[in-house]
């Protein structure tokens, strides 16, 4: 009987060890998962921080960006009113001026044109092609091509090549964008290259050719300055 229960007691504790090595070996199992979770927790964690740090650093270099571009569209804008109402003035009177409007149209910013007009201390403000007729918007047209290339960071070299400029403003006026553009090429130190029908223009010219058509054939008569 008491080899029996003896027995017994051994089987019991044979079977409490392999239970025990079974669960300490499940534990170290567990424990191994709950580290490497715990482990990829922390990294997930440190990724995360990284992540909203370098979203936070995007976000300023965005505003940055934006009020950098935001200063540069201002101060492109100013020099373009400027060059265009002084040539604008210099050409036609004082009481004329050139306006840009910049505004946000879904996201974008969208520039419209404007001239202003001050008859008797009152202002009339009016888009280009119903200002004054067409010449006014041929000497808006040339004065913008002339500001976006001085003002442009590409420092685009070469002559300013024009095609029939001025080409719709009278006679009264002419004489001035003749002068204007002799300064303008002083000022910038860029050769003027004009196709023009305009004897004024071309008498007033350092250099012309004009070019005739006898029998299909073109004729190229030079001056002889």
């Given at each position: 009987?008491?080899s029996?229960n003896?027995?017994?007691?051994?089987?019991?504790?044979?079977n409490f060890?392999l239970?025990?090595?079974r669960?300490?070996?499940?534990?170290?199992?567990?424990k191994?998962?709950m580290d490497?979770?715990?482990?990829?927790?922390?990294?997930?964690?440190?990724?995360?921080?990284?992540?909203?740090?370098?979203?936070?650093?995007l976000?300023?270099?965005r505003?940055?960006?934006?009020?950098?571009?935001e200063?540069?569209?201002?101060?492109?804008?100013?020099?373009?009113?400027?060059?265009?109402?002084?040539c604008?003035?210099?050409?036609?009177?004082?009481?004329?001026?050139?306006?840009?409007?910049i505004?946000?149209?879904?996201?974008?910013?969208?520039?419209?044109?404007?001239?202003?007009?001050?008859f008797?201390?009152?202002?009339?403000?009016?888009?280009?092609?119903?200002?004054?007729?067409?010449?006014?918007?041929?000497?808006?047209?040339?004065a913008?091509?002339?500001?976006?290339?001085e003002?442009?960071n590409?420092?685009?070299?070469?002559?300013?090549?024009?095609?029939?400029?001025?080409?719709h403003v009278?006679?009264?006026?002419i004489t001035?964008?003749?002068?204007?553009l002799r300064?303008?090429?002083?000022?910038?130190?860029r050769?003027?290259?004009?196709?023009?029908?305009?004897?004024?223009?071309?008498e007033?010219?350092?250099?012309?050719?004009?070019v005739?058509?006898?029998?299909?054939?073109?004729?190229?008569?030079?001056?002889?300055?």
């Amino acid at each position: 009987m008491e080899s029996s229960n003896l027995s017994k007691y051994r089987n019991d504790v044979e079977n409490f060890k392999l239970r025990y090595e079974r669960a300490k070996i499940y534990y170290y199992n567990q424990k191994g998962k709950m580290d490497q979770l715990i482990e990829q927790k922390t990294s997930l964690e440190t990724q995360l921080k990284k992540a909203l740090d370098n979203i936070d650093i995007l976000e300023k270099v965005r505003l940055l960006l934006q009020k950098v571009s935001e200063f540069a569209r201002e101060q492109s804008r100013v020099q373009i009113e400027s060059l265009v109402t002084h040539c604008l003035q210099y050409i036609f009177d004082s009481n004329i001026e050139f306006k840009i409007e910049i505004n946000e149209v879904r996201g974008r910013p969208e520039a419209e044109f404007y001239v202003v007009s001050n008859f008797g201390g009152t202002q009339i403000k009016t888009k280009p092609q119903d200002a004054r007729g067409g010449g006014v918007i041929d000497i808006i047209s040339l004065a913008i091509r002339i500001a976006m290339l001085e003002c442009s960071n590409l420092e685009i070299k070469g002559p300013i090549i024009l095609d029939e400029p001025a080409k719709h403003v009278s006679d009264d006026y002419i004489t001035q964008v003749a002068e204007f553009l002799r300064q303008t090429t002083q000022m910038f130190q860029r050769q003027v290259i004009m196709v023009t029908h305009n004897r004024h223009l071309s008498e007033m010219s350092d250099r012309w050719y004009r070019v005739e058509m006898a029998d299909g054939v073109s004729i190229v008569i030079g001056d002889e300055s």
